[in-house]
Each structure stands twice: as C-alpha cells, then as structure tokens.
C-alpha cells in the first residue's frame, strides 16, 4: 500500500490528545477532521484513539510491538506540519 497513511507493520494503536475547545488545538481538529476516514480505511484493524480533554496540549502517540511507545508534540503545527509529524511517525518502526 503506497499510502502516507498506511501504517508501520508493527504499529498497534495511535492515540491523539488534545482540547476539544483549544485554539492551541484547532488544527489537530482539522487534521483529523480531514484525515481520520483514510487513515481509518488503510488501516481498519488498528486503533486510532481520539482523546479530548479541557487544557491538554495536542500530542500523538504511537504504541508498537512489545509495549514500546513514541510521542510527538504537536503544538504550535500547522496542518500540513502535522500530517508531515504524523506520517513519520506511523510509517517508522522502533
């Protein structure tokens, strides 16, 4: 699959934290709003956990095999900016 958003082989759940009113957090909104249903359709058995919380600053994580996880800020990124941390990040292996 050829795809920015086809996701590592040992990748086994990607998490999004963020404020559902913060404007810190508006283009994560964006972004998923954008990107959530083709990530979703490349990748349909593995979580993406959308996590809201009042005051959190956006973040993704990436949980692979054997319990290793990985965290990206994405505070202050543009849209494009995100795209380019979150495909990095689902495409690489630890």
Do not use: W
Not at 6 to 11: E, P, S
Not at 53 to 82: C, H, N, Q, S, W
């Amino acid at each position: 699959m050829a795809s920015k958003y086809a996701f590592a082989q040992g990748l086994k759940e990607v998490r999004f934290l963020f404020c559902q009113t913060g404007d810190a957090s508006a283009p994560v909104r964006n972004f998923l709003t954008r990107s959530y249903p083709t990530m979703k359709k490349h990748n349909p058995h593995t979580p993406i956990m959308l996590r809201e919380a009042a005051g959190t600053e956006p973040k993704v994580y990436a949980r692979f095999d054997f319990g290793k996880e990985k965290m990206v800020p994405l505070k202050g990124l543009g849209d494009k900016e995100i795209e380019q941390k979150v495909t990095d990040l689902v495409q690489k292996s630890i």
